[in-house]
């Protein structure tokens, strides 16, 4: 178990640029999470992927927004012609459903800076 | 719509007290609740995950109550050391009938403990 693994961990980049981020969940997970995080907030729901399939997309995420998670393993999230407001930490977290719960496991984060 | 408040934002204390964080949520109808740890610039830690059925868990010098009929949920932490300074969050876990995006969070309590 190598824990979640993020990268980049930090990413600057041009308003108008693309920028795509990748997840490595723990590899007997089959849930995935994408949250954004702005300074003094909780994380706020992205999308949502259950094995292969995005189940659930925030309507924060606006159509510049795309993330994939082919054969259920890693996941790619791209922000396409970024704003300053795309600015915040991107954070992934993978999780497995047992009967003692399901328990949510972080990586350390993408932190984006769009100038 | 899960709401989930964290009192308060912020905390300071002397080393060696103990302390008592606060979480409450407005639907009652949640599956677990987790605690997170998140220092600055880094991804969330679980701290202790509790189940709807269950009152409290402990882990080390942390204890984590649950009462779900009122919404809240304290996290206490005993004997506070330097080490435990960093932003708390909880979550809140929708029941598991419902699918995609399962976990709501507060907004964290920043917590400072002074050698």
């Known amino acids: 178990d190598t824990g979640v693994s993020q990268d980049p961990r930090h990413k600057i980049t041009k308003r108008g640029q693309n920028v795509t981020f990748r997840c490595d969940p723990i590899?007997?997970?089959?849930?995935l999470y994408w949250y954004r995080q702005t300074l003094g907030q909780g994380p706020e729901f992205l999308t949502y992927f259950q094995n292969e399939a995005q189940l659930e997309k925030s309507r924060l995420l606006s159509d510049r927004f795309s993330a994939e998670r082919p054969k259920g393993s890693f996941s790619t999230l791209e922000i396409q012609r970024t704003e300053q407001g795309d600015s915040a930490m991107y954070l992934c977290a993978s999780s497995i459903y047992r009967t003692e719960g399901e328990k949510l496991f972080f990586g350390s984060g993408t932190q984006l800076s769009v100038l | 719509k899960q709401e989930v408040t964290q009192i308060p934002a912020a905390l300071s204390v002397p080393e060696g007290e103990n302390l008592v964080l606060n979480c409450s949520f407005t639907?009652?109808?949640?599956?677990?609740l987790q605690w997170f740890r998140q220092d600055p610039g880094k991804g969330l830690t679980s701290l202790l995950l509790i189940q709807s059925s269950q009152r409290e868990q402990t882990s080390g010098r942390l204890n984590a109550s649950l009462d779900k009929s009122s919404g809240r949920s304290t996290l206490y932490i005993a004997a506070s050391q330097p080490g435990d300074s960093a932003t708390y969050l909880c979550a809140v876990r929708r029941h598991e009938r419902n699918t995609g995006n399962q976990f709501y969070f507060g907004t964290g309590t920043s917590l400072t403990v002074i050698p």
């Open positions: 590899s007997e997970h089959n849930r």
């Open positions: 639907d009652s109808a949640i599956y677990n």
